[in-house]
């Protein structure tokens, strides 16, 4: 803790105290109704300088005398591009109002140069407008989209948790305006919780993230509700409906999202959920407080009486407040997440408290930020089932029956993050996370550096370290509808290294290349004693490409991923379960006519592992005094082989989405229709071995065959018309 104290001082001490410049570069950036922006971003373009207007839509950097072109850009609005001339000891005014963008439905869903001023951490920004050309089941899903950025695996449909760069499910960290959701789908883990018209943008690291995260050691999603902006909002889909209503006033805001389905009314299945997202948001000069609370909730019964009903769902509430003045800012919150599983007897919850304090200044070419978080958060698991058959439905395969604990998470973390800019041309970010569990210091170096090259190149490299204190313990679920954390005897650690390369082959068509390796110590699975778990390590090495055409009638994002997993548990080496070699998305957007879009998306992927099994054997109670149907009641034991040795076959999808927009005088309206599976690709997601070995069908021609290999989804249609006033 001394040398964490000792790194805060002298980078303190370092750029606390610049020399006086008066080389300015300053102003306000406001909407058509002359309304200022705020998050909107001033880029300096051929450099790694940049900033973000404050909640008064205002700006300042601090620039060398000499000619720069500006570039000004908020979300749905048009890029403008401005040249200055900065003269010395002179400071220079540049306002700009900013207009919206008419074209809504790119093929294009991610960003990555949006927050280059920001660090040397390569980030996917997914932009909501643009998330919602990505075909999906019902309606637009923003961590859907998460399962098409490069690096990400989504092994299996029935399931909305992704694998990032190799690493397991339960090694993602998401963030609903800074607090952390720890079971974010509905439907099973068909649909993501958040309402995608309630938000600003995703931002998503992959691999490497800035000193100021904790948690995981694989990803990072950092989401944000929408800023204040006049708008409402709504949709009407086959699987929900949905309003937004976002008001700015003379000095607060307020935001309101709620969205509700009908399954359970339309149609024989007893399922439905809602969220409810709303935040209110005052400011006064420097000073914004801005109190929120989210929540959502998912049922799901056998029937429509008062029979055993499947609960599920978080709540999230808290307060931030924020001081801004100039290039200075001071973030202070206070927060609390819970999560919450009930069934028949099942009690399952958990309860996190946090509170967090940063601050980030901009001193002439140095970034200085600097933060502390303490968070506490309490686990109970309760159940008492007469079997575990629905339990491991939902939780866990390895379950018992009946079980009972309580146990407490404190971590309390320190950090500090300098980013320097050399020349225009070099950025680099170097930063420490010292955090306190069980009387323990666990110290985590993270950094990068930044580098412009001629011919519009730009190279990146970048290393961290990352801890993570639980863990699932087992990955073969078949639906997530509750992910069980259990805390390990040591924590996961994770070397996370990679080197990227940036270019253009043309002005608007752009390339980029990253190699990854990471090195995990600790990774945990479950025994035959649960929840106790053993633990092995970890390689994972890879690369991926993507190729981005992102202005123009016709616009894609092509990428391609390789994965080569190893795990040592014992004696055991194997690769992990996941692990799919190959894998390419393809997205393009095509703009047939005047307010006619069409998108496609195609997935392919190398078939994921499983361990086979070599046989089988039925064992009859004894004790049962019904001889004549012994059989029936014969428990299956398996006998396995070598795990993670056998691969199912290769996936593939196409999904289509057609929109068409209308505008009128007072509002407009989108009428898109959407096909999951367009092909009818049998994709084989498992095996059911209790099907497998106690049951047959019969191909084609009429011969015997086992049965038990179990698909994805089928062609799924869905129409849907989302309104905007």
């Not at 929540?295 to 056998?302: G, T």
């Not at 991926?544 to 123009?552: A, P, V």
């Not at 055991?572 to 190959?582: D, I, R, Y």
Request: proline share 4%; net charge neutral.
């Amino acid at each position: 803790m001394k040398n964490t104290i000792t790194l805060f001082l002298l980078l303190a001490v370092t750029t606390l105290f610049p020399q006086a410049d008066k080389t300015y570069l300053y102003g306000t950036l406001t909407d058509e109704n002359d309304r200022p922006l705020e998050g909107a971003h001033v880029i300096i373009e051929s450099t790694v300088l940049g900033t973000s207007t404050n909640a008064l839509g205002k700006y300042k950097i601090k620039l060398q005398p000499g000619q720069y072109t500006v570039k000004y850009s908020y979300v749905g609005y048009k890029i403008i591009e401005k040249t200055v001339q900065i003269k010395p000891e002179h400071n220079t005014e540049c306002s700009i109002n900013l207009f919206p963008d008419p074209i809504m439905f790119k093929g294009v869903m991610i960003e990555t140069d949006r927050y280059k001023s920001m660090g040397t951490s390569r980030s996917f920004v997914i932009e909501p407008h643009l998330s919602k050309n990505i075909p999906a089941l019902g309606e637009p899903d923003i961590l859907h989209a998460v399962n098409f950025l490069p690096g990400v695996i989504n092994s299996n449909d029935f399931r909305g948790e992704f694998h990032s760069k190799g690493g397991g499910t339960d090694q993602n960290t998401i963030l609903l305006d800074g607090v952390e959701i720890y079971n974010a789908y509905h439907l099973y883990g068909l649909a993501g919780i958040f309402n995608i018209d309630a938000l600003e943008s995703a931002e998503v690291f992959l691999g490497n993230y800035p000193a100021k995260y904790d948690g995981r050691v694989s990803s990072v999603i950092d989401i944000k509700t929408a800023l204040p902006k006049e708008k409402l909002a709504v949709n009407v889909s086959l699987l929900s409906s949905s309003i937004v209503y976002n008001k700015p006033f003379k000095s607060s805001s307020l935001l309101f999202a709620a969205r509700k389905t009908y399954f359970d009314l339309v149609t024989p299945i007893h399922y439905s959920f809602y969220d409810i997202n709303t935040k209110y948001r005052y400011q006064k000069n420097a000073f914004t407080i801005t109190p929120f609370v989210f929540l959502n909730r998912d049922k799901a019964s056998e029937d429509s009486n008062n029979g055993e009903k499947l609960i599920w769902g978080n709540t999230a509430a808290g307060i931030n407040s924020t001081w801004q003045h100039a290039n200075n800012r001071i973030d202070f919150s206070l927060a609390n997440s819970r999560s919450t599983t009930r069934f028949n007897s099942l009690d399952n919850k958990s309860n996190e408290n946090s509170i967090k304090l940063d601050y980030s200044g901009q001193y002439k070419h140095n970034r200085l930020q600097l933060g502390y978080k303490l968070k506490d958060v309490d686990f109970d698991y309760f159940w008492n089932e007469p079997t575990t058959s629905d339990l491991e439905d939902f939780l866990t395969e390895s379950i018992p029956n009946r079980f009972e604990d309580s146990f407490n998470l404190k971590v309390q973390g320190l950090y500090a993050n300098h980013i320097l800019t050399l020349y225009h041309n070099i950025e680099i970010e170097t930063g420490l996370r010292s955090e306190k569990y069980l009387d323990n210091y666990y110290q985590m170096p993270r950094g990068g550096v930044t580098l412009n090259l001629p011919m519009r190149l730009r190279l990146s490299l970048n290393s961290g370290r990352y801890y993570q204190y639980y863990g699932f313990g087992e990955e073969a679920r078949k639906l997530s509808v509750s992910n069980l954390l259990f805390l390990t005897d040591s924590p996961v650690k994770s070397d996370n290294h990679s080197i990227g390369l940036k270019g253009y082959l043309k002005q608007n068509i752009s390339f980029e290349l990253e190699v990854y390796k990471r090195k995990i110590e600790n990774l945990s699975r479950y025994t035959d004693i649960f929840p106790e778990f053993e633990y092995g390590d970890g390689n994972i090495s890879g690369f991926n490409i993507i190729l981005n055409k992102s202005e123009g009638a016709f616009t894609y994002q092509l990428d391609y991923n390789y994965l080569d997993t190893e795990a040592t548990f014992g004696q055991q080496t194997f690769p992990l379960q996941w692990e799919a070699k190959h894998a390419f998305h393809g997205f393009t957007g095509l703009q047939i006519k005047k307010g006619w879009f069409l998108n496609l998306l195609f997935t392919y992927r190398s078939g994921v592992l499983f361990t086979p099994i070599r046989g089988a054997f039925g064992k009859i109670n004894p004790f049962d005094n019904n001889i004549d149907i012994q059989y029936r009641n014969a428990e299956m034991f398996y006998l396995e082989g070598k795990t993670n040795s056998e691969r199912l076959p290769a996936y593939s999808r196409l999904d289509v989405s057609i929109r068409k927009k209308m505008v009128r005088t007072k509002y407009s309206y989108t009428v898109y229709f959407q096909i999951i599976n367009l092909l009818n690709r049998q994709n084989h997601l498992y095996y059911d071995w209790d099907k497998y070995y106690s049951g047959y069908g019969y191909d084609d021609e009429g011969n015997k065959t086992h049965v038990g290999n179990e698909n994805s989804l089928p062609i799924v249609p869905s129409i849907g018309v989302y309104y905007e006033f």
